[in-house]
C-alpha cells in the first residue's frame, strides 16, 4: 500500500461503499452499513454509494470508523 500519511479531510465524507457488498437494506438506507442494525434507524450518512444516494450508519459506527458527531455548539478541536 502506498497511502499517504496525510488524510485529505473531505475524503470521508465522499468514501463510496460497494453495493455488491451491502445487503438490499443497506443500499436502501434501511440498516447500517457497518453493524447491519436496523434499529434504531439508521441516521448517519457515512459515505455514498455509485449511484449518489447515501450510505447510512449508526450513531455507534459512526464513532468507529471516526466520523465525529456533530455536536451543537460544542469545541472543535482546530487551535492550537
Ligand atoms: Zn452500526
Known amino acids: 500500500m502506498c497511502e499517504p500519511d496525510t488524510k485529505p479531510d473531505a475524503a470521508s465524507e465522499n468514501y463510496v461503499y460497494d453495493p455488491s457488498r451491502l445487503s438490499g437494506a443497506q443500499c436502501m438506507g434501511d440498516a447500517c452499513v457497518v453493524?447491519?442494525?436496523?434499529w434504531p434507524r439508521p441516521r448517519r450518512v457515512l459515505?455514498?454509494?455509485p449511484d449518489g444516494s447515501h450510505a447510512y450508519g449508526c450513531d455507534e459506527c459512526?464513532?468507529?470508523?471516526?466520523?465525529q458527531p456533530v455536536s451543537a455548539g460544542g469545541p472543535l478541536i482546530a487551535a492550537r
Open 35 to 38: 453493524c447491519h442494525a436496523k
Open 47 to 49: 459515505g455514498e454509494l
Open 62 to 67: 459512526a464513532g468507529i470508523i471516526g466520523h
